[in-house]
């Protein structure tokens, strides 16, 4: 069984920073933890994933440059700092963990994620 608790959204101005953070239970090797985003009538977006074993990363084109995803094992936390801000990203950001040995473009599926925190909210203002 796996728990997953976000925090660190808010309130930003855009080309602010922000750093969400994910305290997971039960991660056990294999896992994959990913983070996404949804705004109000639209499905749920990837935005980056990394490996709890090897840290290897994929982010969506859309963050890439600006976004960094980490973990630390010793912490059982994943990590999405978030810099140069957009109004665009403004969402409900979501981690969730799936499970070991999929194919790599299952881990960009949402639906291929069968834990999920209760997600937290950032806002980016213009």
């Known amino acids: 069984q796996v728990q997953l608790v976000e925090s660190g959204g808010g309130l930003v101005q855009a080309g602010g920073s922000l750093r969400l953070s994910c305290v997971g239970s039960?991660?056990?090797?294999?896992?994959?933890v990913g983070w996404f985003r949804q705004t109000p009538g639209k499905e749920r977006e990837f935005v980056a994933h990394i490996s709890w074993n090897s840290g290897s990363t994929t982010y969506a084109d859309s963050v890439k440059d600006r976004f960094t995803i980490s973990r630390d094992s010793l912490k059982n936390t994943v990590y999405l700092q978030m810099n140069s801000l957009k109004p665009e990203d403004t969402a409900v950001y979501y981690c969730?963990?799936?499970?070991?040995?999929?194919?790599?473009?299952?881990?960009?599926?949402?639906?291929?994620?069968?834990?999920w925190g209760q997600g937290t909210q950032v806002t980016v203002s213009s």
């Open positions: 969730a963990a799936a499970p070991a040995f999929r194919a790599s473009y299952q881990y960009l599926r949402p639906t291929t994620y069968n834990y």
């Open positions: 039960g991660l056990t090797y294999g896992r994959y």
